[in-house]
């Protein structure tokens, strides 16, 4: 028996997981094997080189899977913005209907909602949870420290900033709004406590990393694999810009660059952290759930385990409240 939550009815999925936008891996592979799994699938805009060639990729998705899945736009400051607004029309004129946004996105909110869009923001604090509340979202991806990518600063853990979402977050006219849980979820324990936390399902990316289908090199999975939940490094703290990245040579270096750095330019790290895809010569960004990934399976077997683990979970704490209890109280 299915989940049944705010996510799942809004969306039309079966099992209430998002693969959260992943730079550099958000591509129709993914994004179609985890909505053919019964998630929800999510390509990510940037990653494609121009807006002409998102839009083939939006049309390749849609070759690869019948079921919903979503576009994500990342608008984050940078010296030489790429053209969001032609990314986000693409976006509208194919017809995706789910987005998942992030970053400053006010513009592009606004033309989604116009366009007949349901909106996922990701927040990694209460206080822009309720500015992208007032823009009009349908969701908030609550994303803790926990996670992988930009973690705000912070530092609030989703144990936290989920009971204080289930607190805040209104819409104005007082109902409450559905927000999803990110940022160290990775199975199905993860979804039954994320429900327990008022969260109407689970946004994941590293755990989607270390699946067969994440068009990623086999190398990174298995580092994923084989690392425990002290193998991430936090760096650009000193520019208010913090990220999340996996932990190796080049986090080391770059770290100690901005620490003993007596200029304190960010050109001095910049190298470093903008090196892509290798594990073993450039960065790459991943959560500290790496601890919790154990194996590398199919995207399929993932999320059925996820919905088992997530059910009996659930039973179980059920069993524990006894109704007419002869409890010594
Ligand atoms: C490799 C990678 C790239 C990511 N790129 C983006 C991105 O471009 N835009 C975005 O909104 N989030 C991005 N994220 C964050 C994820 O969408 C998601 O919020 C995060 O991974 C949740 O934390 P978790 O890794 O603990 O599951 C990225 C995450 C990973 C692992």
């Not at 939006?58 to 576009?71: A, D, E, L, N």
């Not at 989703?158 to 007082?174: I, S, T």
């Not at 690392?227 to 760096?235: G, M, P, R, S």
Request: charged share 20%.
């Amino acid at each position: 028996m299915p989940f049944e939550t705010a996510l799942t009815k809004a969306l039309g999925i079966r099992v209430p997981v998002v693969q959260g936008g992943m730079q550099w891996v958000g591509y129709a592979e993914m994004a179609s094997a985890v909505s053919n799994a019964g998630g929800l699938g999510i390509l990510t805009s940037l990653t494609q080189p121009t807006p002409a060639d998102l839009r083939k990729e939006i049309q390749k998705t849609r070759r690869m899977t019948s079921k919903p899945f979503g576009v994500n736009l990342t608008v984050l400051p940078t010296l030489s913005p790429p053209p969001y607004g032609e990314y986000a029309q693409v976006i509208i004129d194919e017809g995706i209907k789910i987005v998942e946004t992030a970053g400053l996105v006010k513009d592009y909110v606004a033309k989604f909602k116009a366009a007949g869009c349901t909106v996922l923001h990701k927040c990694t604090t209460i206080r822009h949870s309720l500015s992208a509340v007032k823009m009009g979202v349908d969701f908030i991806s609550i994303d803790g420290f926990e996670c992988a990518g930009h973690v705000g600063e912070h530092d609030i853990p989703n144990f936290v900033l989920l009971n204080r979402a289930k607190e805040q977050l209104r819409k104005p006219n007082g109902d409450p709004v559905p927000y999803i849980a990110s940022g160290g979820m990775a199975n199905g324990s993860s979804l039954a406590a994320a429900l327990s936390l008022g969260a109407c399902g689970i946004n994941m990316g590293t755990r989607f990393m270390a699946t067969v289908e994440a068009p990623i090199h086999h190398n990174i999975k298995q580092s994923i694999v084989n690392a425990t939940e002290d193998d991430t490094d936090l760096l650009m703290r000193r520019w208010t810009n913090t990220a999340r990245f996996f932990r190796n040579t080049v986090t080391q270096a770059a770290a100690k660059v901005e620490k003993e750095s007596t200029s304190g330019k960010f050109e001095e790290i910049a190298d470093y952290v903008f090196l892509n895809g290798d594990p073993d010569y450039g960065v790459w960004t991943a959560g500290i759930c790496i601890g919790l990934i154990h194996d590398i399976p199919t995207c399929d077997e993932l999320l059925k385990r996820i919905e088992t683990e997530a059910r009996d979970a659930v039973m179980e704490q059920a069993s524990l409240f006894k109704e007419d209890s002869k409890a010594k109280l």
